[in-house]
């Protein structure tokens, strides 16, 4: 997921982390003080307004969205209050191997269509650089060229349909495997989780599984392993992000700003998702 305010500290020089602390501070007070017109126009001065446009946004809106740019503001100032710690060399590559491994980034690695057609231009390579010498001690007619280009051209071609159609096949059987009854167990398992968690006190772990059981509902999938999407994209593209922005804030502060949430946040966010816990989709109710 994109972490907003960890992204910007580190996209900060160290000498400018300083001014940079500063201005959001500012920023900040403005906001407390509920004036988005003025917050707005420090954040242009400051340069804010390109390297957070999602606050930038949310102090433009009519009307401003002063909590949610407030709680983003308070997430970057602990975001850059943070020290700056080295860990583990070894253990931190075997965290990013573990990370690539997960199915979400599976398509950054060349599947079987990108290798088939780096062997097509291959092929095609060493047949153009052929036309310039002769081969067998004398040189072959052109048209000789051309009608072997054309019969590689119609087996590429027959090799592109027949691989396309085993991939998309391939893509439907996996899709559907993923689809069946596992998002309905996976969201039935986070709930009770994330009231286990929240009946020994542990708020923060609480909220995560609620999170996690709701953008897999709204999704229709296994929302955390499968899709690239923050929550609060998918809570806007689904419609539901003012109805459950208690569970997306609360949410965000335990994950982006690494702050405990207290019994009382958690309740908000609890309640907020009611509507999606006890209504789930009709083939959700086919799967239970």
């Known amino acids: 997921m994109l972490l907003a305010a960890p992204a910007a500290a580190a996209a900060t020089p160290s000498t400018d982390a300083s001014a940079y602390a500063a201005e959001v501070g500012r920023v900040l007070e403005q906001v407390v003080a509920g004036q988005a017109a003025a917050a707005a126009a420090e954040m242009r001065a400051g340069g804010l307004d390109s390297s957070e446009p999602e606050i930038y946004r949310d102090l433009n ?3 401003p969205d002063l909590a949610d740019a407030e709680a983003r503001l308070r997430a970057l100032q602990a975001a850059l ?3 700056a710690t080295g860990g583990d060399p070894a253990q931190e590559h075997a965290q990013i191997q573990k990370i690539l491994s997960l199915r979400r980034y599976a398509g950054n690695q060349p ?5 088939f057609w780096n062997w097509v231009g291959d092929r095609i390579a060493e047949f153009l650089d052929s036309l310039a010498r002769p081969a067998l001690g004398f040189q072959i007619p052109t048209w000789v060229w051309l009608a072997a280009l054309a019969v590689a051209v119609l087996l590429a071609a027959l090799g592109v349909l027949l691989i396309g159609g085993f991939a ?3 893509r439907r059987r996996r899709r559907a495997a993923e689809l069946g ?3 309905a167990r996976m969201v039935r398992e986070r709930f009770r989780e994330a009231d286990r968690r929240a009946a020994a006190g542990d708020w923060d772990g609480a909220v995560r599984a609620l999170a996690e059981a709701v953008a897999t509902r709204l999704s229709g999938e296994p929302w955390w392993a ?3 999407q923050t929550l609060r994209e998918l809570f806007r593209q689904v419609g539901w992000l003012e109805a459950l922005r208690p569970l997306l804030l609360a949410f ?3 994950v982006y700003a690494r702050r ?3 019994e009382p946040a958690y309740r908000a966010a609890e309640a907020a998702a009611v509507p999606v816990r006890v209504q789930p989709p009709p083939a959700e109710e086919a799967a239970a």
Request: hydrophobic fraction near 25%.
């Open 168 to 170: 998309r096949s391939s």
């Open 181 to 183: 009854p596992e998002p």
């Open 260 to 262: 405990s949430i207290d």
């Open 81 to 83: 209050g943070a020290p």
């Open 61 to 63: 809106q009519q009307p």
């Open 226 to 228: 499968t899709s690239p």
């Open 252 to 254: 965000e502060m335990v």
């Open 111 to 115: 599947s079987a269509w990108d290798r």
